[in-house]
């Protein structure tokens, strides 16, 4: 299995502002995923960040809100901009490990914006 | 197309009883069963992943699921619950031809009564 750290784990946003999410992994992997979990609700996938070109992005979430970098095959970011309190989630990495196709979770990143 | 169908939002068990906890699915391909349980405040952790080898599938903490193509059902059950089983399941499906994709159930939220 991978080990996937996330940084903030926790954080107090104000409306309009932006804060960038870091997800570090232990090894190298390939398929590296960023997941929004709304409060009560089950997980939605953002998009899915490729290492060295544009990440791709799922229906309803676009760049220009959710900028991600992946410079490598171990650390990825999630920027979320001109934050609103419609963006207070917990936002997830995920990454596909090397024993086939299961999926592991860092431990989230609970934003809250007022 | 997939999708993924847990029954029941929430599921109250007393201590010490069995749990079910149901799952329904729909896949094109031969399909990749996932549960994970996330324990409050917590990331998703893996319980058991099902990938066409052995039908029952044993995982951990004594969770077991058994994939039944002719229902198109992936129930997972404990014989015995413990107050620590307290958490949010869910059920996900995945197929990787092609792509990788991973589908996500609502979530059944598992209460746990002295």
């Known amino acids: 299995s991978a080990v996937i750290s996330q940084k903030p784990s926790r954080d107090i946003c104000q409306r309009g502002t932006s804060l960038t999410i870091q997800c570090q992994v232990d090894?190298?992997?390939?398929?590296m995923f960023w997941y929004r979990q709304q409060p009560g609700q089950s997980l939605t996938l953002i998009a899915t960040?490729?290492?060295?070109?544009?990440?791709?992005?799922e229906s309803g979430f676009v760049i220009d809100k959710f900028p991600i970098s992946r410079p490598n095959l171990t650390f990825s970011t999630l920027t979320v901009s001109n934050m609103s309190p419609e963006d207070s989630s917990i936002y997830l990495c995920?990454?596909?490990?090397?024993?086939?196709?299961?999926?592991?979770f860092g431990e989230g990143s609970w934003l809250t914006v007022v | 197309a997939q999708s993924v169908t847990q029954l029941d939002s929430h599921v109250s068990v007393s201590e010490g009883t069995p749990v079910l906890l149901r799952c329904n699915y729909s896949s094109s391909y031969s399909p990749s069963l996932f549960w994970y349980v996330q324990h409050p405040n917590k990331g998703l952790q893996l319980l058991l992943k099902?990938?066409?080898?052995?039908?029952l599938v044993k995982g951990i903490n004594g969770f077991e699921a058994e994939f039944k193509k002719s229902e198109t059902s992936f129930h997972l059950t404990k014989p015995s619950a413990h107050m620590s089983d307290a958490a949010e399941y869910f059920c996900v499906v995945s197929t990787t031809s092609g792509t990788y994709k991973y589908i996500f159930g609502t979530g059944t939220r598992l209460k746990v009564l002295a």
């Open positions: 960040a490729n290492q060295g070109s544009e990440a791709t992005y």
């Open positions: 090894s190298q992997v390939t398929m």
């Open positions: 995920s990454v596909v490990g090397d024993s086939g196709n299961t999926i592991y």
């Open positions: 099902y990938t066409s080898a052995a039908t």
